[in-house]
């Protein structure tokens, strides 16, 4: 560099944090080289020097450098960017001469009104009106066209298909046939799915027959093209039989023993040192302290103390990647020149190295094409039915509200019908009588975590059957809970109760919405827990009453299922009953069938 007149820049060549990482780097460093340490003695650094260090300490090893530990922050100013400009867009759509995606999108929709809506009122129009509005404010009509397009390809095809999850509060996903459930006349709120307020891009979930969602796959790949098409990967972190059957290979212990000791893990599901049990105990004492016991009731473990230490420092690091389930991105440039990517063991399959969280933070926008194994048995059916009986039969012609259909779930003969087959679903049944549509969408919510914990099912059945009058523990609380009794049943009647009665803004009912069934659920409902009392105490609800409205919002941390959700999911519960009860050999058949 002297000899050239070149500046020096100075690189501590960091490898991991902290001296302290020095062993795990090793020993990451011996799988990568699918090696034991011992075999890579030699190959390895002899010492931890490779930590990040102050500027200080950089200062005082390139003393006879001078200006080369500056010149490194003017290197890292000139190459910083921020990643979020690398956003790229989504490919552009072919739509009829004369027309822009947002005024195509908008002519699909308003054709679909006047035989979908034909006596629609000013109100239905509005409503409508808005959502084009809010779509076209957000620029996502390339969206919306995208998946109307892989719906049609689909349909075309013969493959069953619907949508679900908040896509079913949009009345514009029903008018493109994405979704089955009229968000207009259930007055389910659009704000749910998509929101000016809200910097956050589209999420519609489409559910595919499951053996033949590939075609549509490889339609996307095919369409697009694999340099502008890739699917989301899944980061698998390391659980505690991972660990200590990784770290025990980098050890250099044989495949039997690493696999001896990831069993004694997995049997007990928890790490600690020495002779402390996996329970908890030592080895030489029993529950009440006292020796003697047999080993088999001690719950001990013998794995060494080095492998155990390694293994705790890497629990819920990343391992390796997966696939997501359904996740694809589209983009209107290469992918690969935003994201890594890879190529995926599935012939024909290209994979980003990002997972969903980081494509939402990207700004990439996710198209979810999932695999339903009811839909595969339903269609089985009904072409097991024409085949053998001529007769023809979709999943929108199927008589409605049938009574014997119901009367059959009231018995609880369920077994191989959609969502309610479980002993849980079965032994609701009975007791909650569904009688019409509207009851399967209420029987296929109340068993999850948030309802259950939340003490809403047996209130619920209660007052469905008259043996419990109705009743509201506020009067704002009326709208919100008057369809299910005044017992909050779905994600979308949470947020409007802490709305109507908490003080709660829309943004802070976005962040309730975000938080039900996430992993840090508890802790961002209780980062709202001051602005709750506070607004219950404004409308006059204090003491136990505003503790019990708290638990019930808290109780969905754990999961429950938004009504729209529900309703797409009852559609498929009513269809799969309905041909259990016509023909019963035939779905046997088409179950068994769609075994995976």
Same mark, same amino acid.
């Given at each position: 560099a002297a000899e050239r007149g070149l500046p020096v820049v100075a690189t501590g060549a960091v490898h991991y944090a902290t001296p302290a990482r020095y062993p795990l780097a090793t020993a990451f460093a011996a799988l990568r080289a699918r090696r034991s340490l011992d075999d890579m003695q030699g190959w390895l650094p002899a010492a931890g020097t490779s930590h990040l260090r102050s500027g200080a300490e950089m200062q005082r090893l390139f003393a006879r450098y001078p200006g080369a530990v500056a010149r490194s922050v003017e290197l890292a100013t000139e190459l910083g960017f921020s990643l979020r400009q690398a956003k790229p867009h989504l490919p552009k759509q072919d739509?009829?001469?004369?027309?822009?995606?947002?005024?195509?999108?908008?002519?699909?929709?308003?054709?679909?009104?006047?035989?979908?809506?034909?006596?629609?009122?000013?109100?239905?129009?509005?409503?409508?009106?808005?959502? =084009?509005?809010? #779509?076209?404010?957000? *620029?996502?009509? @390339? %969206?919306? &066209?995208?998946?109307?397009?892989?719906?049609?390809?689909?349909?075309?095809?013969?493959?069953?298909?619907?949508?679900?999850?908040?896509?079913?509060?949009?009345?514009?996903?029903? =008018?493109?046939? #994405?979704?089955?459930? *009229?968000?207009? @006349? %259930?007055? &389910?709120?659009?704000?749910?799915?998509?929101?000016?307020l809200r910097d956050e891009e589209p999420d519609i979930d489409v559910d595919f027959d499951s053996d033949r969602r590939e075609e549509v796959i490889q339609y996307v790949f095919e369409k697009y093209g694999r340099r502008n098409a890739a699917q989301v990967a899944n980061v698998i972190s390391y659980r505690p039989k991972n660990a200590v059957r990784d770290m025990a290979r980098a050890l250099g212990y044989s495949t039997g023993q690493q696999d001896?000791?990831?069993?004694?893990?997995?049997?007990?599901?928890?790490?600690?040192?020495?002779?402390?049990?996996?329970?908890?105990?030592?080895?030489?004492?029993?529950?009440?302290?006292?020796?003697?016991?047999?080993?088999?009731?001690?719950?001990?473990?013998?794995?060494?103390?080095?492998?155990?230490?390694?293994?705790?420092?890497?629990?819920?690091y990343p391992r390796h990647l997966g696939i997501h389930s359904g996740g694809m991105v589209l983009t209107d440039r290469p992918v690969g020149e935003i994201v890594p990517i890879e190529h995926a063991r599935m012939e024909n399959r290209t994979v980003l190295q990002w997972d969903k969280d980081d494509c939402a933070w990207m700004g990439l926008v996710k198209f979810d094409l999932l695999g339903l194994g009811m839909l595969a048995a339903l269609q089985y059916s009904f072409d097991l039915i024409d085949e053998h009986l001529g007769e023809r039969w979709e999943l929108a012609t199927l008589p409605k509200e049938e009574q014997a259909t119901y009367d059959m779930l009231c018995r609880a003969d369920s077994i191989g019908v959609f969502q309610v087959e479980s002993r849980a679903q079965m032994g609701l049944l009975p007791r909650l009588q569904p009688r019409k549509f509207y009851d399967l969408v209420v029987q296929i919510a109340l068993v999850r975590p948030g309802p259950i914990q939340g003490g809403a099912v047996h209130p619920f059945v209660r007052r469905k059957l008259g043996q419990a009058p109705v009743t509201y523990d506020h009067p704002k609380l009326v709208e919100p809970l008057e369809r299910t009794l005044g017992v909050p049943i779905f994600q979308e009647q949470l947020m409007q109760v802490a709305m109507a009665v908490g003080?709660?803004?829309?943004?802070?009912?976005?962040?309730?919405?975000?938080?039900?069934?996430?992993?840090?659920?508890?802790?961002?409902?209780?980062?709202?827990?001051?602005?709750?009392?506070?607004?219950?105490?404004?409308?006059?609800?204090?003491?136990?009453?505003?503790?019990?409205?708290?638990?019930?919002?808290?109780a969905f941390a754990n999961f429950g299922f938004a009504e729209s959700h529900s309703i797409s999911f009852a559609l498929l519960v009513y269809a799969s009953s309905w041909i259990k009860l016509h023909y019963p050999g035939i779905f046997l058949a088409s179950l068994l069938r769609a075994q995976p």
């Open positions: 739509v009829p001469p004369g027309h822009t995606p947002m005024s195509w999108l908008r002519e699909l929709v308003w054709a679909a009104v006047t035989h979908k809506y034909p006596a629609a009122s000013d109100a239905d129009r509005a409503r409508i009106a808005r959502e =084009l509005d809010v #779509i076209e404010k957000k *620029d996502f009509p @390339g %969206y919306f &066209l995208i998946v109307h397009d892989i719906v049609q390809f689909a349909r075309g095809r013969g493959i069953l298909c619907q949508g679900r999850g908040s896509a079913a509060n949009s009345a514009v996903c029903y =008018l493109l046939d #994405i979704t089955a459930v *009229d968000s207009i @006349g %259930y007055q &389910l709120p659009f704000e749910r799915f998509l929101s000016a001896a000791w990831s069993r004694q893990v997995e049997r007990w599901g928890a790490l600690e040192h020495g002779a402390t049990t996996i329970s908890g105990r030592r080895r030489d004492a029993s529950a009440d302290g006292r020796p003697g016991r047999r080993a088999a009731e001690q719950l001990t473990h013998d794995i060494p103390d080095e492998v155990v230490d390694l293994a705790n420092q890497v629990l819920k003080g709660c803004t829309g943004d802070d009912a976005d962040l309730l919405r975000r938080a039900m069934g996430s992993k840090r659920g508890l802790e961002r409902i209780d980062s709202l827990r001051e602005t709750l009392y506070a607004g219950m105490a404004s409308n006059g609800i204090t003491g136990q009453l505003a503790d019990e409205i708290y638990g019930r919002i808290q």
